[in-house]
């Protein structure tokens, strides 16, 4: 048996404006949205066989510190593109700062925080 992710749920400040620049990055499309879990709402973003869901509190909460130090924290969530070169210029051109560019086994990849410093890795393999 081969297990496969399906999605991530991810806590966000605005949910829409998440959604707005990972429909016109990546191409995804809304699969759904809805109230949620204390009185915040959700939204699911993806393709028709994987997503993320954004969930966005009712209230404003607080900014973890670096997750790379926190137990169960989330470190980044990679994204796989055929033309890494093309999405670079998208993600600069949405006011997104590419860093940590890197050409390794097996793919390159690049790395860019979101409004809510989300880190995402970009990866083309070859």
């Known amino acids: 048996m081969t297990a496969l992710l399906e999605h991530a749920n991810v806590t966000v400040s605005n949910a829409n404006r998440t959604a707005q620049w990972m429909s016109e990055l990546f191409g995804w499309h809304i699969r759904w949205q809805g109230p949620a879990i204390d009185g915040g709402r959700s939204l ?5 066989s994987q997503y ?51 050409d390794y086994e097996p793919g390159r990849r690049f790395y860019f925080h979101d409004h809510d410093d989300i880190e995402y890795e970009v990866v083309q393999y070859d």
């Open 44 to 48: 699911h973003i993806g393709t028709d």
């Open 52 to 102: 993320l869901a954004l969930y966005q509190p009712a209230r404003t909460v607080a900014a973890k510190s670096s997750t790379y130090h926190t137990a169960g924290g989330l470190n980044h969530i990679a994204i796989v593109v055929d033309d890494i070169d093309a999405l670079e210029k998208q993600v600069t051109a949405a006011g997104f700062t590419a860093v940590n560019h890197a």
